[in-house]
């Protein structure tokens, strides 16, 4: 797909990837709409992508199902049309799995992974109704396809079980929309440098060898986090170049596809085990 005069949402579209791919779909000649709870953000990143294109912030939260289909009839409305989905907005918690609460995992689901599926459901309805065609694109993770031994580290898990999650949702979605005029895929990004990272970043050449801030994101991690890290403009423009090649698995670094063969091999090892091959 050409996004150029199309119209598209990015949620969480404020910060990091989602302000990335809201930059890159306006360079496209995009129409783009986002979303962004924090108004001090959300006001500033439009008034500072609308020296590129056309660019309206909305203020919704997309967890909320109700929510979600106010915002999508509101942009029908207005903009007459939505092509793209550019389902982005989430976040990461940084916690074991042994020690998270009920809290942690209902909060990463609500928005990494319940938000996206109501937004979809409320889309889909909509397209439908109209006759028309368009595409939802999931910001997952490299977390999707497999847990980063690399950064094992930085206990991750419950925000790698909900971009997981997202993996088999697309999957199954690409099977369920056939016919519906809807298509799906999934972003599958390594460590961004989005502004928070960088931030943190920023602090850790900062601080002393003893500082807690190492304990949360230890030396080994911070390592291959700095050899790892592409922009979120970066990250944006793969997302793109995924969209118009109409790919379903859209990865932005290369070293995600040794971890992926490091799983496949595993896997293949243990049919072999048990001979099922």
């Not at 950064?151 to 997202?166: F, R, V």
């Not at 118009?244 to 990865?251: D, E, H, Q, R, S």
Request: with cysteine; aromatic share 6%; proline share 4%.
């Amino acid at each position: 797909m050409d996004i150029k005069g199309k119209v598209v949402l990015v949620t969480g579209g404020a910060q990091g990837i989602g302000k990335g791919i809201a930059r890159q779909a306006l360079k496209a000649g995009a129409r783009v709409v986002l979303t962004n709870l924090d108004d001090a953000v959300g006001n500033a990143t439009e008034k500072e992508l609308s020296t590129i294109g056309l660019i309206r912030r909305v203020k919704a939260d997309v967890t909320d199902a109700a929510a979600s289909a106010v915002l999508l009839d509101d942009i029908f409305a207005r903009e007459g049309r939505l092509d793209v989905i550019f389902a982005n907005a989430g976040s990461g918690l940084m916690k074991r799995l042994l020690d998270c609460t009920p809290d942690d995992c209902l909060g990463q689901f609500n928005l990494n992974y319940f938000g996206n599926l109501w937004l979809t459901q409320a889309y889909v309805k909509r397209v439908q109704s109209r006759g028309g065609e368009g595409h939802i694109m999931f910001t997952g993770s490299e977390n999707s396809l497999v847990m980063p031994p690399d950064n094992a580290e930085l206990k991750m898990g419950i925000y790698g079980a909900t971009k997981h999650a997202l993996l088999v949702t697309a999957e199954w979605l690409r099977y369920e929309l056939r016919g519906t005029g809807v298509s799906v895929s999934l972003l599958m990004p390594g460590p961004v440098l989005t502004e928070s990272l960088k931030s943190t970043f920023d602090a850790l050449e900062k601080v002393g060898p003893d500082d807690p801030l190492h304990n949360v994101i230890p030396p080994h991690a911070e390592s291959m986090l700095r050899q790892r890290f592409i922009s979120c403009d970066e990250c944006g423009r793969i997302a793109l170049e995924g969209l118009n090649k109409g790919l379903f698995f859209i990865p932005t670094q290369g070293y995600i596809l040794n971890d992926v063969n490091s799983r496949h091999e595993e896997v293949t090892a243990a049919f072999k085990a048990l001979n099922l091959v």
